[in-house]
């Protein structure tokens, strides 16, 4: 998953986060420091820890953010789970919470999930911002094959023609511009949705590869029969001669 990350754009930074706080007192912006020294700004911030939300301090009133709990017979303040909403969103403009923080469990799968839909929910509180309306505001996440676009689907003037009967409510209180502009955008990205074969095997390729290369090489090998390693031999051979 870091692998993929780093893949289409992003920038992981593996060091403690210490301090969460407002850049200025007039803005929604967050700064955000680390043990190691170092200062990011951000416009919003998800805490996904698994326990410790002592470096939301500061962001509210902490008898809100933090409740007092017995453990092992000691007093101490815990991060209220109560404080997100169920779609993780807090009081704070922009700050969510996600995982264990929010009172998930910390099974993988489970925390991961509640990750990914505050994520889509972080998605549609950034489109609010840009003039989205909710009939315009859900994500397209998946992908598609492009054969299944059949002559019909594959004109753009029938998307148009989609979008304003199924996406354009009677009273919506835009302006044409903004309407026209969230259209295309969201005909883009029904597009884009839609793969040709080639895309497909080289994204499926470049994914097995990039996890191949966290496995161990005896692991791999040992899952592999000998008819199977003949015949890939043969192939890098028959490529290595042809490029030769």
């Not at 789970?81 to 923080?101: I, Q």
């Not at 909710?134 to 598609?144: Q, S, V």
């Not at 979008?163 to 029904?190: C, G, K, M, N, Q």
């Amino acid at each position: 998953m870091h692998d993929h990350v780093r893949e289409v754009g992003c920038t992981l930074v593996s060091e403690r986060v210490t301090t969460v706080g407002r850049v200025d007192s007039d803005s929604e912006g967050f700064r955000v420091e680390t043990a190691e020294g170092r200062e990011v700004t951000a416009r919003r911030v998800i805490a996904a820890t698994k326990y410790d939300g002592e470096y939301l301090r500061g962001l509210d009133d902490d008898a809100a953010l933090f409740e007092r709990d017995e453990h092992h017979g000691e007093g101490r303040d815990r991060f209220a789970c109560d404080y997100p909403d169920d779609d993780g969103r807090t009081p704070v403009p922009n700050l969510y919470v996600a995982g264990v923080l929010a009172d998930r469990t910390d099974q993988a799968v489970v925390a991961a999930g509640h990750g990914a839909a505050v994520g889509q929910n972080v998605i549609r509180d950034v489109r609010r911002e840009r003039g989205y309306w909710d009939e315009a505001l859900e994500p397209y996440d998946w992908r598609r094959r492009a054969a299944e676009l059949d002559d019909e689907w594959d004109d753009r003037d029938r998307w148009v023609e989609w979008f304003d009967a199924h996406r354009v409510p009677d009273d919506l209180d835009r302006d044409e511009a903004t309407v026209e502009r969230v259209r295309e955008e969201v005909i883009d990205r029904s597009l884009e949705t839609y793969l040709d074969a080639d895309e497909i095997a080289t994204r499926r390729e470049r994914g097995q590869r990039r996890l191949a290369e966290h496995l161990d090489d005896d692991a791999l090998l040992d899952a592999l029969d000998d008819e199977t390693i003949r015949r890939r031999a043969e192939q890098l051979s028959e490529t290595s001669t042809t490029e030769n």
